[in-house]
């Protein structure tokens, strides 16, 4: 095995590796809502920063506790806050598919680096 395996190995409890799938797949949900802002944003040649998170139609500021990738879309039933606009599913599925591509890419540096 390579070094980085064998330390892996050695140092991870089955907790350990729970943690580190877990932070990665939420680091590629995150990467994912990210991704979300530049698809919507820049075909329309807007700043990808400023302003802030806000819903498309009422233009009401996204609060943190609503801009939870996945769970803040589940828990307003993929609906503003303010508005009630219907917030589309691409934005979950969008995450979502981040989420699990960046788990699969580090399971599979891993795994590389294991043989
Ligand atoms: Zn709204």
């Known amino acids: 095995m390579a070094p980085a395996a064998v330390l892996a190995a050695t140092v991870l409890s089955p907790f350990g590796v729970a943690f580190l ?3 990665t797949f939420a680091f590629g949900l995150v990467l994912g809502s990210f991704a979300n802002v530049v698809i919507a944003r820049v075909p329309r040649g807007e700043s990808i920063v ?3 998170s806000h819903c498309p139609s009422c233009e009401a500021p996204v609060r943190p506790r609503d801009n939870i990738p996945v769970v803040s879309w589940v828990a307003l ?3 503003c806050r303010d508005c009630g606009w219907s917030i589309p599913a691409r934005y979950p599925l969008i995450e979502l598919t981040f ?3 960046v788990l699969v890419a580090a399971v599979t ?7």
Not at 109 to 115: D, K, N, P, Q
């Open 109 to 115: 540096v891993y795994a590389f680096l294991a043989l």
């Open 50 to 52: 400023h302003p802030g």
């Open 99 to 101: 989420g699990v591509g």
């Open 77 to 79: 039933h993929g609906r």
């Open 21 to 23: 799938a877990t932070a």
